[in-house]
DNA sequence: ACGTAAGCGAGACGGTACGTCGCGTCTTACC
DNA sequence: GGTAAGACGCGACGTACCGTCTCGCTTACGT
């Protein structure tokens, strides 16, 4: 009896009408008549939940970002010894999952908010692997270690993003990862076609 | 005849208005009101130059991307014959120049529009000298391209929006494209502390 | 099984926390939630005893009228020999009683309803003393009698209010009883101070 | 140019869509909505212009009772002297003039505030008129003043509300005026057909 | 140099959306 | 069966900005 049925149902309606309206016309251009009028609610009845569209968006968000999670904490563990890649393959799945969702996530939609929680996430992801790595391998990082992540994350989700929004069949995931490992094991140089340095 | 002295005035009012408003509060809580009373502008002027707010904003950061080309032109064609990092450099010193601008673009301020003009414009440079490469070292990607080309703007669009957002005195450019050319020739695993690959 | 006692208890409730919060903030600005939380009550059940505030009203005003004519019936007869005065006399001593419904209604909350439905009451009891005239009396009229009980009801009204809202010790009833009826025997000219017209 | 011709014509279509609606539907049952859209202006624009629909019906009863003023100013002087009839003749022949407005402020629309600003115009007159015939004449009044003053004030309004109201071919201004002297020369007990008291 | 076309400020206006409040209906659980 | 608690659809509130529109005043340009 912990929450009201009406209250899950009402709540479930207007998250789906969000995620459903931002694709179709973008996060600004909503009202929350619009958001209401799709889920089939009165307008009143949204502010008894909510106190605006972007808080209702945020806890979509953080929803996402707490199933997200739920799919990491058991991989990340073991890709703290090396670089096994299956933490991206976990979130790539995720996304398929959840297509719709991580696209207005990664456009920014929402201010960019919501796309800041996403980023954050990852980065404690990041740290916590890092963390893991020295202690486990007992290596430095050879660079900044804030820039490192910065530059990882920011790859992760350029590539996310691209990936996502592939209309035509996409790229499979486990292969998206073989790339992504390969370039982390030897960097963007010879990924380009050129061989090793001198 | 070119322009009104009162026109150009005017204009730069407006436009300086702008990123200090979005700097203190952001975009999206700025009225057009705002904007007007910080330029010292009657608001029915503003929408004599500019159909609304996200125009204003766009022309300010094309007139930005304009610039940065500038900068950029005479120094792409070096870089594509190898790794020079040169133009990296240059887009941080004009970030440093621009500060506050570049800020409020990699913030994704104004609903991301400005941010992927920039990204767009990256990725235009970033083509280019694939392109480039290809033809003159006789190379071919071993990674799919547009993966490759999504990740390398990713990752520097990351670093730059964290650079421009530290407060104390930052770490000087030359330092941060040092790192992102070892980062580049040698990848992430090395970065990490790891030596080379088995 | 006249009716319940819960119920009995209820309706006291509601009528006493409505005339209270009526005369404290008027009743234009009175919720039914005020008034159920005054009278400490849920508001579905209020919904169940009255159809809104305005019945409410409407119902205490009936009761108070129902009580004013068991006081008057008595009284009526005889006034309608000549001008004895009693029952406005009963008026007074009522409005003594009730003093705080008496304000509230003459004030005309409730959009004058409340007010009219007193003042009709007036008009009828004063119709009854006119034809009670006529009949015992053998006299006619000598000025439309329309407009005569129009003037009389308007007469007795404005003074019963300028009464009741008296804070100080208020003019004892029976010396407003006997000045209203020198006027009526002398008129406002002679009461005025000047001597019998020419 | 002390007011924009667009501001008094948008007050002007207010006011007048205000009595009409009033007369139509009363008070209470109107939105502002209601009011503008018959006025056809803007909701904004109304509250532009005036607070709510409290205060616009207030400026509306102001403004008549300034009018009234200026139509009575030139008479109480006179009746200060004797019983002339002349200023309720003013006020029957304004009412006329201005019938609907009379109508609604004499209901009570408004929670009975217009009513009260009427009601207090008359009693500041009729003190006046009281005090001038105290000086002129010498005469001390036989009976409470202030009482006086109400019963005089209510026999007004009752008998004007009453007039405005009638819907057939309304008995001449002359007459009821006629009537009221009668009535405040010799008293009810005359008027309703009794001779002289002993 | 100066008359005139422009740029401009002020602000009224019709709109749209906001977030809040209160309505009257309803469901659920308690006593 | 009367009640309390509270979710809900609805409709109005008063506010904030929007983009458009006169209306006069001021200012810089072109002849």
């Known amino acids: 009896m912990a ?3 009406r209250v899950r149902k009402t709540r ?6 969000l995620v459903e309206l931002v694709i179709e016309r973008g996060f600004t251009a909503l009202s929350v008549e619009d958001i209401t009028q799709r889920a089939d609610v009165g307008r009143a009845t949204f502010y008894s939940h909510f106190r605006d569209k972007d808080e209702l968006f945020a806890r979509v968000t953080a929803d996402l970002l707490a199933e997200l999670d739920d799919r990491l904490r058991p991989v990340v563990q073991d890709s ?10 976990q979130m790539l799945r995720h996304a398929r999952d959840e297509r719709d969702l991580y696209r207005i996530v990664l456009r920014g939609e929402g201010d960019g908010k919501p796309l800041r929680m996403f980023t954050d996430a990852c980065a404690r992801v990041a740290a916590q692997e890092f963390r893991g790595r020295s202690e486990r391998n007992a290596v430095e990082p050879r660079i900044d270690p804030e820039l490192l992540a910065r530059a990882w994350v920011g790859e992760q989700v350029a590539v996310l993003q691209w990936w996502v929004e592939q209309d035509a069949p996409p790229m499979p995931a486990e292969e998206v990862v073989r790339m992504l490992l390969d370039l982390a094991l030897r960097g963007r140089y010879w990924a380009t076609g050129f061989d090793t340095p001198a």
Chains 1, 2, 3, 4 share one sequence.
């Open 3 to 5: 929450e009201d049925r």
């Open 12 to 17: 479930k309606a207007l998250r789906d009408a």
């Open 80 to 89: 703290a010894v090396g670089f096994t890649g299956k933490p991206i393959l």
